[in-house]
């Protein structure tokens, strides 16, 4: 089979077909790791296809954070503003998370897709409803931020997987050797490094469990501007 450089530059290849490549190459690999040369490899053809086609890294990096973002809907505007954050969190994290990446995009470029000006809309109003005033912006920044810049921490050590056992064990030799003396550190390794570090189930579990207690504690703390609703934001696990 030849190689890229020497593939045919026609192949009948669509631009929606070269993001759908792009998209799925995503999915196995953090989104910033790929290349143009990688991406034209899967397709067999020479890398200025893609650029005919499409253009260059930058803009299918946006294609494809548009693309796994589509599904995501704005909670029930009948919900109140903690409950339609936590709904809203909730369902944002399985989605970027199976694209390690996007999150991170999303930091740098913000949303401004037109499949997420209702997501955006819908949250902007339950604040105001919520009564934060002039704080809406900063309550919506908190929210979001938190739960993006929580799910591109993990995005970025999953990055890191490739380092292997040794890259595991090495750290964690270092924090039993530095914790034997230090409670806090110790505390620290056994509720969040040994789970990070463990078997992909566990440390989904325990990721799960963080970015939930992360939300929870954002809307705790933003319950105080709401002076608009009687209703408290209690920590919880459910929706």
């Known amino acids: 089979m030849p190689g890229p450089a020497t593939a045919p530059f026609h192949t009948g290849l669509t631009p929606e ?7 799925r190459l995503s999915a196995g690999q953090h989104l910033f790791r790929w290349s143009i040369r990688d991406l034209a490899g899967q397709l067999g053809v020479a890398p200025s296809v893609i650029y005919h086609h ?5 803009l299918l990096c946006r294609h494809v954070v548009e693309r796994v973002v589509a599904p995501l809907r704005p909670p029930s505007a009948r919900f109140g503003w903690a409950r339609w954050f936590r709904t809203l969190l909730l369902d944002l994290r399985p989605i970027l998370a199976a694209y390690p990446g996007t999150a991170k995009w999303l930091l740098m470029h913000g949303p401004t897709f037109p499949a997420l000006l209702q997501v955006v809309d819908g949250g902007v109003a339950a604040l105001r409803r919520a009564g934060f005033g002039d704080r809406v912006g900063f309550a919506y920044g908190a929210l979001i931020n938190s739960a993006l810049l929580t799910i591109s921490i ?10 292997g056992p040794r890259d595991h064990a090495a750290m964690m030799n270092d924090f039993r050797r530095e914790g034997a003396d230090s409670e806090g550190l110790s505390l620290i390794a056994e509720s969040l490094v040994v789970p ?13 469990a963080f970015y939930r207690f992360m939300i929870d504690t954002v809307i705790a703390g933003l319950a105080r501007f709401a002076t608009g609703s009687r209703t408290a934001a209690r920590p919880s696990t459910r929706r």
Not at 17 to 23: F, H, K, T
Not at 54 to 58: A, E, L, N, S, W
Not at 196 to 208: H, I, S, T, V
């Open 54 to 58: 499409v253009g260059g890294k930058d």
């Open 196 to 208: 990070f570090a463990a078997g992909a189930a566990e440390a989904e579990e325990q990721r799960d």
């Open 17 to 23: 077909s070269v993001i759908d490549a792009a998209v």
């Open 154 to 163: 993990t995005d970025d050590r999953l990055d890191h997987e490739g380092d």
